[in-house]
């Protein structure tokens, strides 16, 4: 997998933590270096594992998929950008909790919320023969990273930010599906 691509999918996987974590920030009132802690690694630990379990699943059903493989990762990878879009413009309330988010069940649950996404690529990489375990390195590295400075950002600026960033990785899973099914196409 090309760099520039692998970065462009981790940037675009990390938008829903980054936009999640802007909300945390809002709702909390300091940011301590624990909280920070606690959810970028939780964050970036689940971007990097439910690739691989997608990977895992698509691995046993590639014989099958491989004729339309890019039609279907242009698929995945349209309709969870086009997901983050509709909910970003969407008008939704955001749940605003009196309980520390990132302890619990909280952090659990948003930890795989925000991950979602990652299983349907890491479904759609194994449906290309791609090597999983440097992009989910990446992947959870980017989350993580994007997490720390989302969680700190919204404690400053959420309000600015979170929605036009899902919007952002919305648009950039997007793109690296259409450059796949094009690339297929023209190949």
């Known amino acids: 997998m090309e760099p520039l691509t692998l970065i462009g999918m981790a940037i675009g996987l990390a938008m829903d933590a980054f936009a999640v974590s802007i909300g945390v920030g809002l709702t ?16 970036g630990l689940f971007q990097a594992l439910m690739p691989v379990l997608g990977w895992l699943a698509g691995r046993s059903l590639v014989d099958w998929i491989a004729p339309v493989d890019h039609w279907i990762a242009f698929g995945l990878l349209g309709l969870i950008g086009g997901k983050m ?15 520390d988010p990132t302890k619990g069940a909280s952090l659990v649950i948003l930890s795989v919320a925000t991950s979602i996404d990652a299983l349907a690529v890491g479904l759609s990489l194994a449906l290309l023969g791609v090597d999983i375990w440097y992009p989910a390195l990446v992947i959870g590295l980017v989350a993580l990273a994007f997490t720390a ?4 950002l919204g404690k400053r600026f959420g ?27 023209t190949a």
């Open 149 to 152: 400075v989302g969680l700190h």
């Open 85 to 99: 879009i509709y909910e970003a413009v969407s008008e939704r309330d955001d749940e605003v909790r009196k309980k």
């Open 159 to 185: 309000a600015l930010f979170g929605r036009r960033m899902e919007i952002l990785g919305g648009i950039i899973l997007i793109a690296i599906g259409l450059r796949i099914l094009i690339e297929h196409l």
């Open 28 to 43: 909390l009132k300091q940011v301590s270096l624990r909280q920070t802690f606690r959810l970028s690694y939780h964050f």
